[in-house]
């Protein structure tokens, strides 16, 4: 089993940046991929890496202004939010799973079955 504890969220300005902290906990040498989540209302895919490295997946609504980036020392990954909008706002997740790539992030079908998540973070935006 893992555990997932997300931190960093608050309120910030419009243009303002925020970082988020993913601290996984438990059998972590068991994840493949790790990535976040955004909800408000509907669930969103944000970014998503293998965790042991390689090549990062942004939604588009986020590319060139977020950076998802992983300490495996400390078993963290960071999700750096610059250039937030309003429209950025919602509860940031993370999640992990032991075999999806972080490419099938993308998929509502992939979403809907990977092994964990945490309890959520809010990020509001104010304009």
């Known amino acids: 089993q893992v555990q997932l504890v997300e931190s960093g969220g608050g309120l910030v300005q419009a243009g303002g940046s925020l970082r988020l902290s993913c601290a996984a906990s438990?059998?972590?040498?068991?994840?493949?991929?790790i990535g976040w989540f955004r909800q408000a209302p509907e669930r969103e895919f944000v970014a998503a890496v293998a965790w042991n490295g390689g090549v990062p997946y942004y939604a588009d609504s986020v590319t060139d202004r977020f950076t998802i980036s992983r300490d495996n020392a400390k078993d963290t990954v960071y999700l750096q939010m610059n250039s937030l909008k309003p429209e950025d706002t919602a509860v940031y997740y993370c999640a992990a799973d032991g075999s999806a790539g972080p490419g099938l992030y993308k998929g509502s079908s992939t979403q809907d079955r990977l092994d964990y998540w945490g309890q959520g973070t809010q990020v509001t935006v104010s304009s």
């Open positions: 438990g059998n972590t040498g068991s994840l493949y991929s």
